[in-house]
């Protein structure tokens, strides 16, 4: 425990210098030359092979453009040789290329879906039942801002965490049975989910709570295949974030891939469904900030739909930022020069409005501008 509480230190000093650069500090200008292109390019995230920068040219050449606005981070990323270093110089040397700052965003909720392994010489972290279990805000606190720490001295930005599901399926497949969910009480689910935003809101890093309206009930996995939670989806897995968006502690969300026919009589998956995404958690939960879409080449998605057409129903849904991992698709098919490139093509084509995109362009960035100067919500 002492080598930690020193390691937590170390880093939180690190992030304190990161934190006075001119390429962490510097803030997106909302009166920047706002095209057509850089707003598109603001709604793409992608995933790339290789551990250096100019691993992927076009992509780098595009973050310099403004046309992509966050890359995301895999252990493929990570060299085994250099972790600590490698990391550093890919995600600062992409961050000082960027004409408008660039959101480097991980999955690191701790546990079984954890990047930043121990093997590298990262700290150690543990899951969300774990931590639920033993129900000590105080243990949830000191993990968080141990992660939190870890990130930002790396560079990294945006966490793809906390998981709001419930653990109401005891036999879920990729939530309770991968120990990712805090609690099959929300309000357990809230109070710790609100402790880790808190942790990394002092560290300027961005979280996502996910998966949205709620993954806990199901019996399949969306990574695999389609999901259906009509029949046993209860309005239960909303309460953690109702309450935490009325209490301020959103920065984002991220949808599910999910099926759910009590929600959206079409049956398209909530990430693709403008009656869950627009309907209920914008117009009812009265939701207005970030939407990422959970990773667009997971199966639930692209076994079932074109990419033109899961492009063009999720943007329309309401979600602002597609995220494409590039896991399972070739690079050449998917990677952000062609999805600016199909998203383009969708508003000149009249698919998709401009004034649609506008919108996630400026919910984008008026959180990227927040982000530099985050509080802690009393």
């Known amino acids: 425990m002492k080598n930690i509480n020193r390691n937590l230190s170390i880093l939180y000093i690190l992030t304190c210098v990161l934190l006075t650069l001119p390429a962490a500090g510097r803030q997106p200008d909302p009166l920047q030359a706002d095209s057509l292109d850089i707003m598109i390019g603001q709604m793409i995230m992608v995933g790339f092979h290789g551990k250096t920068a100019d691993a992927d040219t076009a992509l780098f050449s595009d973050i310099k453009k403004g046309y992509v606005g966050g890359v995301i981070l ?53 899951t969300a039942a774990y931590l639920g279990s033993i129900d000590n805000e105080d243990s949830t606190r000191f993990y968080a801002d141990l992660t939190a720490a870890t990130l930002a001295g790396l560079g990294i930005n945006v966490n793809f965490a906390p998981v709001t599901d419930l653990a109401t399926n005891a036999t879920n497949p990729i939530i309770a049975g991968k120990g990712r969910a805090y609690s099959a009480d929300p309000l357990v689910v809230a109070r710790h989910a609100g402790v880790v935003v808190a942790s990394h809101r002092n560290f300027h890093i961005v979280t996502s709570l996910k998966h949205f309206p709620g993954h806990g009930s199901s019996t399949g996995d969306t990574h695999l295949g389609m999901a259906d939670v009509t029949d046993v989806w ?145």
């Open 234 to 378: 209860t309005p239960d897995e909303l309460i953690p974030y109702r309450l935490l968006i009325e209490s301020g502690k959103v920065d984002a969300i991220m949808t599910a891939h999910i099926i759910n026919g009590r929600l959206d009589s079409l049956e398209l998956p909530a990430t693709l469904s403008h009656a869950v995404v627009q309907g209920l958690l914008r117009n009812e939960l009265g939701y207005d900030g970030v939407v990422f879409s959970d990773d667009m080449h997971m199966r639930a998605i692209s076994d079932h739909y074109g990419l033109k057409t899961a492009i063009k129903l999720c943007i329309n849904a309401g979600v602002d930022v597609l995220l494409f991992s590039n896991n399972l698709a070739p690079e050449d098919e998917s990677g952000a020069r062609n999805i600016h490139r199909i998203i383009r093509s969708l508003v000149n084509d009249g698919l998709v409005d401009e004034d649609r995109v506008r919108e996630s362009y400026q919910r984008i960035v008026r959180l990227k501008s927040e982000q530099s100067t985050f509080k802690t919500p009393d």
């Open 74 to 126: 895999y252990e493929k990323n990570i060299s085994a040789s250099k972790p600590w270093k490698g990391v550093k110089t890919l995600t600062f040397t992409m961050q000082k290329a960027a004409s408008i700052p660039l959101w480097i965003a991980i999955d690191q909720e701790g546990g079984r879906v954890n990047r930043l392994k121990t093997k590298y010489g990262f700290p150690p972290s543990v």
